[in-house]
């Protein structure tokens, strides 16, 4: 699919990448209080870190007499690698070092660089709770900043977070200064002396990837030993991703190693040789020889156990490398990590590696962005390059390797070069993408690569239930295995369709080496026929081979360009095939065969018995060959069927190994004919056909059937009254608006878990619905029952119930919905496993509480909007288990007698009649005093218990009064009006944009 970008300037900014930068004005920012420490123990240490030529920024005595960080200063903060605070008995009584503190943290703390707190006479506790002489700055600040809420805040957070931070402690009366300061010269020099590896010319992309990386492996937790996998794709940026996360918390580290290319290296030299680097960088000088991999492990062991490590195993393909290099997590001292990456993530899952990181392709901005800066060096774009670079990203899909190849290889070319070349891309890959590519292939059993070729030359795009039953099918033995060793390969993937999808360049290898076995005159003799053309060849020349085993046959759509005709677009209409209809005759070991598109000039005449697979959309004729013998055909799928009914007369009684029949988006079906005879029938869909009126009784006897789909068939007014389908899985009826009746069930179901009923013109459920024993989930959605259905009592493994009328005005369902309860509650228990009930719009009285407190009483989410009560009754209350209750949209609600015990969310959105009593009542602290809950109700105030200390242009600070509130609560209020605000969190202080009056208070316990 094209992708299409707007130039509408000659430059567009780059994406940035800063805090990806290695390049620093200073190694240590030391902060520090001028009367505690200048001329004893901040200055020897500066001394020693000058002597030793480390370069550091020290404040003179002019830049401490003002009140405010000045931008030089700042600026010095911001270019440091290191920052050293030292942590002294007056620091905290300086604004100035507090603002200091607060701007170290952020801009080098927060950009995962290493802060070391000095706790100079001073203990860490001292500082954490703000106690002694911190408790007595505070306190000062606290008189002279009292209209700076935020101020103070920020201060407190500060002083608590670099608290928690390792550091160095110095006691008066114990130890030596210079030993102290010896120690902390040696630490930084071994840090500095550190040179960052190089990572990429133009990072793109990397700052988000890298924070998402750093956010897995938790730096600041000192006791666990935490391993992260990063995998994807041959040539995506896992090294690249690995080495900047490597050089940015690098420092924090007592030892680093990276171990670099292991799958590539480990071939030549071993893994004695990956151990031995390993020691030698942990150790330095006291690293040792060894000659065996299980000396090697046993020295790593006795030897880094105590230290904190960082460790980076790149490109790991072989088990063995990590049981040699990082075995188990004690191998490493408290507070080490291990970054592994692997194209293979069941490596991960066999190491016990559970955090990890799928690298995703670049978005198309940050593609452009790299391709500009490769082809250019850049960021002007000169607009008559604008259709090749569209194409070129278009052509790479997000891929780094492939965009740096393309804009390395046509730097500073003409556009007719560009477009010369990327003819040559497109029909045949990159070899050096290529080799990247097919080093993962390569790594595959020879079964794996035969399933990899079927998926990326045909396959790809089904389902992967469709896919394994394709491929079962076609082997004649589950191939689950295959394809999840192809996921774990990262050459492919399952989307969240559950759709199976492969980077458009891996499936460009893959048909490439299926090409290999191609010869051009003879395209029959190819075990799969996949391109068009060469398809339509073999079927218009009738030169088909017994070597074919698949066929498939979808002709591409092209784009269309300006006023150009979609028609006389080769592609954007069915190709025509002007055939015979005996091409297959020859092809005696076909087993599938997939046509999705195409317009056929004659039916086919015949169809070999060989056939495990037929999908034939537009198949065209209402019969099939007289001769086809389908003892084998396990997949019948005719999407688009355009003949009122199929004829399976001739052939159903041969169906002997058909498991999936399949008559999806048929606009021509109006009936589904008698399949009794398909007994091993598995699955049977005729989803989307629009005029189907009837389906065959036939069809509620098949003993094997695991999934009836008849979803959206909307003029559908017969189905089988009797249903007797013991194996069956799966019901699908949406939106079968015309069906009056949901059919009896004659024996018990128990493998239905799920059923949808929405848009469904079913009046009432009979009772044999609870043969469905085991059903959790229901859902009548938009349905035409006029009353809650009784039989649902009956389910007593139900535990989630969803209906939703049409509303007060124009609903289906009546004030009658209460009637499926009474009369009830003598003759049969309640509905104990029920815990999310949701009755939208359903006319529900005042009287439905008393009634569900009965029936449901394990209730955790009860969703009641567009509903006709007044009142919230006091017998709520006895909904003990009840987390989530809305009643948005209740317009006629008036009171709130009671709130459930244990409530978490509470929503009464547009709830417009609510008294002024009631809402004063839910603002009450005592409805929810030591407890955490969300109430969303209609409000134009802010409570009286809130005082507030500040305001002023779109911000508004303040505080409880007293202790009214539970010390661990914080309360948040904030008005809507149509749209959500801008929102944001900085230094613990929520902020609000954009809030405006008359809208709905939101308080937030947190």
Not at 252 to 264: A, D, G, I, K, T
Not at 478 to 494: A, C, D, N, R, T
Not at 953 to 959: D, P
């Amino acid at each position: 699919m094209a992708l299409h970008f707007s130039f509408s300037s000659s430059t567009r900014p780059f994406s940035s990448s800063s805090s990806i930068s290695y390049s620093w004005k200073y190694d240590v920012f030391i902060s520090f209080r001028g009367e505690d420490t200048r001329y004893g123990f901040t200055g020897y240490l500066y001394d020693a870190l000058c002597k030793k030529g480390i370069h550091t920024f020290i404040d003179d005595e002019e830049l401490q007499k003002g009140e405010e960080i000045t931008p030089s200063l700042f600026s010095s903060i911001q270019e440091s690698r290191i920052g050293i605070i030292v942590l002294s008995p007056n620091y905290a009584s300086s604004s100035f070092c507090l603002d200091e503190l607060v701007e170290v943290l952020r801009c080098i703390k927060g950009n995962n660089r290493l802060v070391l707190p000095v706790f100079y006479k001073v203990h860490p506790s001292d500082v954490r709770h703000q106690r002694n002489c911190f408790r007595e700055a505070m306190a000062k600040h606290k008189k002279r900043f009292k209209n700076d809420f935020n101020k103070l805040h920020k201060w407190k957070e500060a002083l608590h977070q670099v608290a928690n931070l390792s550091g160095y402690h110095f006691k008066d009366g114990v130890g030596y200064e210079h030993k102290l300061i010896k120690n902390i010269v040696e630490d930084i020099s071994r840090k500095v002396r550190r040179v960052p590896l190089p990572v990429a010319d133009y990072p793109v992309g990397l700052e988000s990837r890298v924070s998402e990386v750093i956010s897995l492996l938790e730096i600041e937790s000192d006791d666990a030993v935490h391993m992260v996998g990063i995998h994807g794709i041959g040539g995506i940026g896992k090294t690249t991703l690995a080495l900047a996360v490597f050089n940015l918390i690098a420092d924090h580290f007592e030892c680093v190693c990276f171990l670099e290319n292991m799958r590539e290296n480990s071939n030549k030299y071993g893994l004695v040789h990956f151990q031995n680097i390993l020691l030698r960088k942990m150790l330095g000088k006291e690293g040792v020889q060894i000659d065996g991999v299980k000396e090697g492990t046993s020295q790593i062991q006795q030897r880094l156990c105590r230290k904190r490590v960082l460790l980076i195993l790149d490109d790991v393909d072989e088990q063995e490398q990590l049981k040699s290099i990082a075995g188990k997590p004690d191998w490493f001292g408290g507070g080490s990590r291990v970054i592994i990456t692997t194209r293979d993530t069941h490596l991960l899952k066999l190491h016990g590696v559970e955090r990890t990181y799928d690298v995703q392709c670049l978005n198309e901005e940050e593609s452009l962005n790299l391709l500009m800066w490769k082809t250019f060096k850049s960021d002007t774009i000169i607009p008559s390059y604008a259709d090749v670079l569209n194409r070129a990203i278009t052509y790479a899909s997000g891929h780094p390797l492939a965009l740096e190849l393309i804009g390395s290889n046509l730097f500073g070319k003409e556009v007719q070069v560009w477009e010369s070349a990327l003819d040559q891309f497109e029909k045949h890959l990159d070899h050096k993408i290529h080799k990247i590519f097919r080093v993962s292939f390569d790594a595959l059993g020879e079964q794996e690569q035969i399933v990899f070729l079927d998926i990326a030359c045909c396959f790809k795009g089904y389902t992967s239930k469709e896919l394994s039953d394709l491929l079962e099918a076609h082997y004649g033995r589950s191939m689950k295995y295959h394809i999840e060793v192809l996921v774990q390969k990262s050459l492919i993937k399952i989307n969240h369709h559950y759709k199976v999808t492969m980077h458009d360049l891996i499936e460009d290898m893959g048909k490439e080496i299926d090409n290999l076995e191609k010869s051009a005159e003879m395209p029959g003799k190819c075990r799969r026929l996949w391109y068009y053309k060469d398809v339509v060849k073999v079927l218009e020349d009738n030169q088909g081979t017994s070597v074919t085993e698949i066929i498939y046959l979808e002709v591409p759509s092209f784009e269309v360009k300006g006023d150009e005709d979609p028609f006389k677009k080769e592609g954007n209409k069915d190709v025509a095939v002007k055939w015979d209809g005996t091409a297959f005759k020859e092809m005696k070991n076909l087993k599938t065969l997939i046509i999705k598109n195409g317009c056929f000039s004659e039916r086919p005449k015949h169809l070999p018995k060989s056939l495990r697979v037929l999908e034939w959309q537009k198949y065209p004729s209402e019969y099939f060959p007289l001769d086809f013998q389908p003892e084998m055909l396990c997949i019948l799928k005719l999407p688009d069927y355009v003949y009122p009914s199929p004829k399976l007369d001739s052939i159903s009684k041969k169906l002997v190994s058909l498991k999936v029949l399949k008559f999806n988006g048929s606009n021509s079906l109006k009936e589904i004919p008698d399949v009794s005879s398909l007994h091993s029938l598995q699955e049977l869909s005729f989803k989307g056909c629009r005029n189907l009126v009837t389906v065959d009784n036939s069809v509620g006897f098949l003993p094997k059937l695991k999934i009836l789909n008849a979803e959206d068939c909307d003029k559908l007014s017969y189905f089988p009254p009797v249903i007797q389908l013991p194996s069956l899985e799966a019901l699908f009826l949406s939106g079968c608006s015309s069906l009056e009746y949901f059919p009896e069930i004659q024996q018990e179901i128990e493998k239905v878990k799920s059923l949808d009923l929405s848009n469904v013109g079913i009046k009432d459920l009979p009772c044999s619905f609870r043969n469905l024993s085991r059903l959790r989930d229901l859902y009548l959605n938009g349905s035409e029952m006029c009353k809650m259905p009784s039989v649902i009592t009956m389910m007593q493994q139900l535990s989630s119930c969803d209906i939703k009328g049409g509303g007060n005005n124009k609903g289906r369902v009546s004030g009658k919905l209460e009637e499926g309860f009474q009369g009830m509650l003598t003759r049969l228990l309640p509905s104990e496993n029920l815990t999310s009930l949701f009755l939208e719009n359903t006319n529900l009285s005042d009287e439905f509480f008393p009634l569900a407190v009965a029936w449901f009483p394990n209730v955790e989410w009860l969703d009641l909007r567009g509903n006709n009560f007044t009142s919230l009754p006091e017998c709520v209350q006895q909904f003990r288990f009840l987390r989530k209750l809305t009643v948005n949209d209740c317009t006629h609600l008036r009171e709130i007698r009671g709130i459930p015990p244990n409530l978490e969310y509470f929503s009464a959105v547009n709830c417009k009649s609510l008294s002024p009593r009631t809402k004063h009542l839910l603002l009450n602290q005592g409805w929810y005093e030591d407890r955490s809950t969300t109430f969303l109700i209609p409000g134009e105030r802010i409570p009286r218990w809130f005082e507030q200390r500040c305001s002023g242009g779109t911000c508004i600070y303040f505080w409880f009064r007293g202790t009214i509130f539970p010390a661990k609560s914080l309360c948040v209020a904030f008005l809507l009006n149509d749209h959500i605000p801008s929102l944001s969190r900085k230094d613990g202080i929520v902020h609000y944009q954009n809030v405006k009056k008359d809208g709905i208070l939101r308080m937030f316990h947190l």
